[in-house]
């Protein structure tokens, strides 16, 4: 059974900067998503298992960053410059099939956890 384990989830001021965390109990190819209250989730970063190719969001581009460690089976989203816009749950997702932006590609999700970004 793959288990996918969010943290980093808070409250931050425009502006500010967090880090989520999704830690793996096997290496793939990961994600992140979010989701607004009743609004289906939407894609925001991919990574490949090696770390080689990640994607982004049109909306998160130059502001957050997809890493991972794989000795640590950690896959990292480093958002800075948050808006009020980014407000939402985030989901970690693993082992892809198909296009990397669409939910029904992926396995494997975690619990999700919240960003709020106050203005």
Same mark, same amino acid.
């Given at each position: 059974? !793959?288990?996918?384990?969010? /943290?980093?989830?808070?409250?931050?001021? #425009?502006?500010?900067?967090?880090?989520?965390? %999704? !830690? #793996?109990?096997?290496?793939?190819?990961?994600?992140?998503?979010?989701?607004?209250?009743?609004?289906?989730?939407?894609?925001?970063?991919?990574? +490949?298992?090696?770390?080689?190719? $990640?994607?982004?969001?049109? +909306?998160?581009?130059?502001?957050? $960053?997809?890493?991972?460690?794989?000795?640590?089976? $950690?896959?990292?989203?480093?958002?800075?410059?948050?808006?009020?816009?980014?407000?939402?749950?985030?989901? %970690?997702? #693993?082992?892809?099939?198909? /296009?990397?932006?669409? $939910?029904?590609?992926?396995?494997?999700?975690?619990?999700?956890?919240? !960003?709020? !970004? +106050? +203005?």
């Amino acid at each position: 059974q !793959v288990r996918l384990v969010e /943290s980093g989830g808070a409250m931050v001021q #425009a502006g500010g900067s967090l880090r989520l965390s %999704c !830690v #793996a109990s096997e290496r793939f190819v990961s994600g992140w998503f979010l989701q607004y209250p009743g609004i289906a989730r939407e894609f925001v970063a991919g990574i +490949s298992t090696g770390g080689g190719t $990640t994607d982004y969001a049109d +909306s998160v581009k130059g502001r957050f $960053t997809i890493s991972r460690d794989n000795a640590k089976n $950690t896959v990292y989203l480093q958002m800075n410059n948050l808006k009020p816009e980014d407000t939402a749950v985030y989901y %970690c997702a #693993a082992h892809a099939s198909g /296009s990397w932006y669409y $939910t029904t590609s992926w396995m494997y999700w975690g619990q999700g956890t919240q !960003v709020t !970004v +106050s +203005s």
